[in-house]
T-cell receptor, first 112, second 115 residues
């Protein structure tokens, strides 16, 4: 499984765009990139998933360059409620399931 | 869609007793369920993977006789912490996938405190 590297923490202010970059230099051909958000004492919440180029949904965008060795989660106009830990994961759908290994994550603090 | 529940949300027990945690997929059939453990200020650690009707696959370092996993149906998996000790106190989280091409959906977690 590819190992991921993210910044340990980030700070931002309400209304700003936040970009969190994740490195996954050893990503394999069949690996997808998935981002989760976790609040204290809650289970992780799925944010977005992609394989290559750009993916956008109602809460975030995911940018993946052609070499796929990194990815960037973009959160537009963050609010205080976006303060959480964000995990970047790389996993392969094989053997009937997608096994995920969580790294340390990025602790995002949004300030008023 | 893709809602996963856990019960109980928190439990306190005495050292030496066993505790059972349930994980249910409420609106879908889960081909595979996963169990994680998370200590304060740390990341999630995968404990085991279970498929309905099969024995669970445990990660290295996880004692299968201590953490019993049963996946009796496509919507229910249980984790039993046997002879719990204070060091087993942690946040236990389950997740489930609908099919082979989907990511994991997580439950809300269960806080276990062993006195």
């Amino acid at each position: 499984l590819a190992k991921t590297t993210q910044p340990i923490s980030m700070d931002s202010y309400e209304g700003q765009e936040v970009n969190i970059t994740c490195s996954h230099n050893n990503i394999a051909t069949n690996d997808y990139i998935t981002w989760y958000q976790q609040f204290p004492s809650q289970g992780p919440r799925f944010i977005i998933q992609g394989y290559k180029t750009k993916v956008t949904n109602e809460v975030a965008s995911l940018f993946i360059p052609a070499d796929r060795k990194s990815s960037t989660l973009s959160l537009p106009r963050v609010s205080l409620s976006d303060t959480a830990v964000y995990y970047c994961l790389v996993g392969t759908f094989s053997g009937g399931y997608n096994k995920l290994i969580f790294g340390a994550g990025t602790r995002l603090a949004v300030h008023p | 869609g893709a809602v996963v529940s856990q019960h109980p949300s928190r439990v306190i027990c005495k050292s030496g007793t066993s505790v059972k945690i349930e994980c249910r997929s409420l609106d879908f059939q889960a081909t595979t369920m996963f169990w994680y453990r998370q200590f304060p200020k740390q990341s999630l650690m995968l404990m085991a993977t279970s498929n309905e009707g099969s024995k669970a696959t445990y990660e290295q370092g996880v004692e299968k006789d201590k953490f019993l996993i049963n996946h009796a149906s496509l919507t229910l998996s249980t984790l039993t912490v046997t002879s719990a000790h204070p060091e087993d106190s942690s946040f236990y989280i389950c997740s489930a996938t609908r099919d082979t091409q989907e990511t994991q959906y997580f439950g809300p977690g269960t806080r276990l405190l062993v006195l």
